[in-house]
């Protein structure tokens, strides 16, 4: 649970709407943008260095409001109105750089929502906890360990929630995959091979050439 004021458990309040900052529209954070409704959440900003990116979250907000604006199921017609308050721009304020939105937003941001280039995961997570924000982050916590570390060290110093979705490794099979290996059911462990390749381009060979930076991609954030 991720409380208004995440320093005292006191001060919830079971009516009080959080107001939520998503940095990103990938993976878990497009469950968060169409699903604001379920949590008694508002969205107050939207970022992403790509602002193509950022179209498209106002279009997907426009074709929730108009499915749901008719829909049988009550709360998702009374959620229609909120779709179409974001997908209008109202209230939602739009950024590039995270850093920015917290200089500029910071008070109206109770908590931030990280799926976005992984590069920029430590970078935003940093940003929101130096502000006083709870977050909840796409794997990875950072691109390297020291962004990983940098990130535990300060939710350990401002004692805000801190989490990131890791469906694979927070899995069943997984957690008992790492208790057989610490009861040394397989014996020994001295060396671990992993294989892994996503789709996409071919990521074994150097780029060759530069090509244009996009209109819109803020290339030097």
């Known amino acids: 649970m991720i409380l208004r004021d995440a320093r005292s458990a006191r001060s919830y309040r ?9 940095f990103g529209n990938m993976y878990n954070a497009q469950h968060f943008l169409t699903a604001a409704h379920l949590y008694n959440a508002d969205i ?21 409001a108009r499915q ?4 049988d199921n009550p709360q998702q017609r009374q959620s229609a109105a909120q779709y179409r308050r974001l997908a209008d721009g109202q ?3 739009v950024f590039a750089d ?3 939105m917290f200089a500029e937003q910071a008070e109206r941001i109770d908590a931030l929502v990280v799926s976005e280039y992984d590069h920029l995961h430590g970078v935003a997570g940093g ?13 990875p916590l950072g691109l390297t360990i020291q962004d990983a570390r940098g990130l535990r060290s300060l939710a350990a110093e401002t004692r805000l929630p801190t989490t990131y979705r890791s469906p694979g490794t927070g899995s069943g099979a997984f957690r008992r995959a790492m ?10 462990v001295r060396q671990v091979h992993i294989w892994f390749r996503r789709g996409g381009p071919d990521r074994t060979q150097r780029p060759q050439s530069a090509p244009p930076v996009p209109d819109g991609l803020d290339w030097d954030l």
């Open 14 to 22: 079971a009516n009080e709407r959080l107001n939520l900052a998503v």
């Open 44 to 64: 107050v900003a939207v970022g992403n260095p790509d602002q193509r990116r950022i179209a498209d979250v106002f279009q997907r907000w426009d074709e929730v």
């Open 68 to 71: 749901w604006a008719d829909s």
């Open 91 to 93: 209230g939602v304020q």
């Open 98 to 100: 995270v850093r920015r």
């Open 127 to 139: 940003e929101a906890l130096r502000a006083g924000k709870p977050v909840c982050s796409e794997r």
């Open 179 to 188: 208790e057989l290996v610490a009861e040394g059911a397989i014996g020994p």
